[in-house]
């Protein structure tokens, strides 16, 4: 399968699931799930366009987009499990002029995450996969965003095709990561929906299988 087809491939995958929460009965669990789903939403579109952008041969605009993506799971998590009443509210609002102007209140990502990973929570797995993810990639992320060392470094290095398949690996992990939460509250559970979705679309995420051993201990040897 070319990479052409992977990225289509892709795509097809993340519509497949998102319309299966569509149609799925949702359990009413009044503002704060409805805000999560948002979320979720919005990290599916992210998951999208990073597809979008490195079928257009975009990648760094792709990686850009998957720091955003990422953060929007981050924060369908601590909507979930932390944020207060008061910081619920502070995200419902009438749509006027004023509001705009407004400042958002939510803690930082990497507070979010500390906060999620101290809290011993049932999801805790999920929590420490994205604690990974942030070890891993996020100071990457945060300099292409911010035109800092790594954009100038890929513009002249460029990208190797397995490094963008890589991307777009991790771009469908969080949004597997992201369903799970509304997979969670349908009525029946459909967690297990995700099993059947990774198994027919093995090649569009990036799996422990996946991952080069003499890479991840170099990797790791950084962080010692």
């Not at 999560?36 to 952008?53: A, K, M």
Request: with cysteine; proline share 3%; glycine share 4%.
């Amino acid at each position: 399968m070319d990479i052409e087809q992977l990225f289509g491939l892709s795509t097809q995958m993340i519509l497949e699931l998102k319309q299966e929460i569509i149609n799925s009965d949702i359990i009413d669990c009044g503002p704060r799930l409805d805000l999560v789903e948002q979320c979720i939403y919005i990290s599916f579109e992210h998951g999208l366009g990073v597809s979008g952008l490195l079928s257009s041969n975009l990648p760094t605009q792709a990686m850009i987009l998957l720091r955003s993506q990422f953060e929007a799971v981050v924060r369908a998590y601590w909507l979930l499990f932390l944020a207060s009443n008061h910081q619920i509210s502070k995200l419902q609002f009438s749509y006027t002029f004023e509001e705009q102007f407004e400042s958002d209140t939510c803690p930082m990502i990497s507070e979010m995450l500390d906060k999620l990973s101290a809290a011993n929570l049932p999801a805790q797995s999920i929590i420490q996969t994205l604690c990974d993810f942030k070890k891993y990639h996020l100071k990457q992320l945060n300099s292409i965003v911010h035109t800092g060392k790594q954009s100038f470094t890929r513009d002249v290095m460029g990208y190797e095709d397995e490094m963008l398949i890589t991307l777009m690996r991790q771009s469908n992990n969080l949004i597997i990561v992201a369903a799970q939460i509304m997979l969670k509250h349908t009525v029946p559970d459909k967690q297990k929906y995700i099993s059947v979705l990774i198994e027919k679309y093995r090649y569009c995420f990036y799996m422990v299988d996946d991952v080069d051993p003499i890479v991840k201990a170099r990797v790791e040897a950084y962080f010692k």
